[in-house]
């Protein structure tokens, strides 16, 4: 199997504003991006493809393949699907809660296609066996779309039920999450910045709207 | 094991009120709590409290045991956990995205304590093996707190990790899960009230916040 990460750095992440710059956010997705790639590499995936456009810049240490596309996200996934062979693992580079666990679980499940919904109807990660018999559909519900998808090509679907893959780090308050549960060089990257507020409601980081 | 539903129906979810009128928020918080019996006799669970206060009007249909306390939540359950001798599980009302199948899951758990995390540290289900060596410590952070107390208490801990079983219904946003991820009695209230609204972002319900 392969693992796919699609990448963008450049102003990336922009409902993070309220807490953090540009300069931040384009600094920090790359961190979540060696984090997800640690998890990965830590559960044995040894191919590694990010898929980015030329501008983004991806980091020349990592250990990991950079596939350039201009086409949007789905078109770009969707060229990339239907030149493989073997089951695909497509991650969001925004998952710095994954850990080894995780992938190697998913992975070994025996369903044709396996989907791990994110918050508010996305698809944080979708492992594909078939990737000659599937197409992607972010945007929207993807969760749905895919879901749908997967029923049309008569694949059989695991959902895959984990908060920590359920986070992506979108809007400000995802942040409080990594400080409770993360690690790597997010967490050291967030747990700099700011501290948590907590009370009767859930907890947030402290920033300043100003 | 016995489960205990926190319960409480008065005035309940203000953080709601933008979306659901306080007469509705008091009929929902109902269905959602009626789900989770459901859920729990489905996997068996035999002995199912309700903790509350005497005005807020548990269902007589519910086949569940009513134990009335006037004291705060925290003080309220560590009277009861005091008394009691058979692992608990506590879990709130307030999640109807729970299958039978988490809580077989969970009360098959070998640690002393299992804890699933609710966003924004809270913790939405707690499963304690014995409760006379436990107590709980609700709002802040109280995943971190009952991390702390199962540590001084020298129990073993499971982190059960479930996107499903940490959407508490809180806030508007968390009623688009309800939609995309949920049975029973509340799915039928949240989509016959809202739609989705979906588009680049996350996906969420359509209301007047007027």
Redesign the interface.
């Known amino acids: 199997m392969k693992a796919l990460i699609p990448y963008k750095k450049k102003n990336a992440k922009s409902?993070l504003s309220p807490a953090l710059t540009l300069e931040e956010r384009e600094e920090f997705v790359e961190l979540m991006l060696r984090d997800v790639v640690s998890s990965l590499q830590e559960a044995g995936v040894k191919e590694i493809d990010i898929l980015t456009t030329p501008d983004n810049g991806v980091p020349k240490d990592l250990q990991a393949t950079v596939v350039l596309n201009e086409h949007d996200l789905n078109e770009a996934i969707n060229e990339y699907l239907s030149h493989e062979q073997k089951p695909i693992l497509i991650i969001m580079a925004d998952l710095p809660l994954v850990r080894a666990e995780h992938i190697k679980e998913i992975i070994s499940k025996t369903e044709d296609v396996v989907i791990v919904?994110?918050?508010?109807?996305?698809t944080n990660i979708i492992f594909v066996k078939d990737p000659s018999n599937f197409h992607v559909k972010y945007?929207?519900?993807s969760?749905?779309n895919h879901c749908n998808i997967a029923n049309d090509r008569k694949c059989s679907v695991y959902v895959y039920?984990?908060?920590?893959?359920?986070t992506d780090i979108?809007e400000p308050?995802d942040l409080?999450?990594i400080i409770?549960?993360g690690h790597g060089n997010s967490r050291e990257y967030v747990t700099e910045r700011f501290d948590?507020e907590?009370?009767?409601?859930?907890?947030?980081i402290a920033y300043s709207d100003a």
């Open positions: 409902r919904p994110g918050k508010g109807g996305g945007y929207g519900s969760f749905l039920d984990s908060f920590l893959l359920s979108d308050h409080v999450e409770l549960h948590m907590t009370g009767m409601a859930r907890a947030k």
